[in-house]
């Protein structure tokens, strides 16, 4: 039972456009939420974060969007770079477990 | 470089076979986290310990085991291994646990084929 989705495998944008990826969460008690960034051949590391007491947070070119009557949750990417191509984890946190989405691929081409 | 130090990079063993994949830390980190990455599975968590005790399970087959030493360094235990257990497994440290409004820091993996 996949807690965590997100249902797109892959993006691709034009740099200086703004990205969107998306995730769902099934489960009310999840108190914090987090996206991860993957590329290839390293672990993942971390980019942005949220508590479920929020409904935005912002980062520089990264904002976090929670949802929680949708239970949804999204990052904009706002410009793109070809350097933020890797893989996108969404997580959410559930005491001392930290569930992961199936990760969304982000191409941005010039 | 996250400062998590996962040992080997790659492995490749037959089925039926164990393997030990070993974990260090981040220096100051009490905790360990295991997760198994498969094709289109994305991040399944396997297990957690804190300085020394077990401190959540995850999705762990019986056939796995985990444990971490004094020094805090973390190993997980593979055995009757099968085809489906190739994957990246990747391990990650933070201070304490219970506060994962704290990032994650994880090690590059471990890469496990098993043919």
């Known amino acids: 039972d996949q807690q965590v989705k997100q249902n797109s495998p892959s993006l691709s944008v034009q740099e200086g456009r703004i990205s969107i990826l998306n995730c769902d969460y099934t489960n009310s008690m999840f108190d914090y939420f987090l996206w991860y960034k993957k590329y290839p051949a390293e672990g993942p590391t971390f980019l942005i974060s949220i508590s479920s007491i929020k409904d935005k947070n912002e980062d520089g070119r990264f904002t976090v969007f929670l949802n929680k009557s949708a239970k949804h949750l999204s990052l904009h990417i706002v410009p793109s770079q070809p350097g933020d191509s890797a893989v996108y984890f969404c997580?959410?946190?559930?005491?001392?477990?930290?569930?992961f989405g199936t990760g969304t691929r982000l191409q941005v081409f010039p | 470089d996250s400062g998590v130090t996962q040992t080997p990079k790659h492995l490749i063993t037959a089925t039926g076979q164990r393997v030990t994949l070993r974990c260090s830390p981040r220096s100051g980190d009490l905790s360990v986290y295991w997760y198994q990455q498969s094709l289109d599975q994305g991040l399944q968590f396997l297990i957690q310990y804190y300085n020394g005790e077990e401190r959540a399970k995850g999705n762990i087959l019986e056939r796995f085991s985990a444990q971490q030493f004094p020094d805090l360094h973390s190993e997980l235990n593979l055995s009757s291994l099968e085809l489906g257990d190739s994957a990246l497994y990747f391990c990650?440290?933070?201070?304490?646990?219970?506060?994962?409004?704290?990032?994650?820091?994880f090690g590059s993996g471990t890469q496990l084929s098993v043919l």
């Open positions: 990650a440290s933070s201070v304490r646990p219970g506060q994962l409004n704290e990032k994650l820091f």
């Open positions: 997580a959410a946190s559930e005491t001392d477990k930290l569930i």
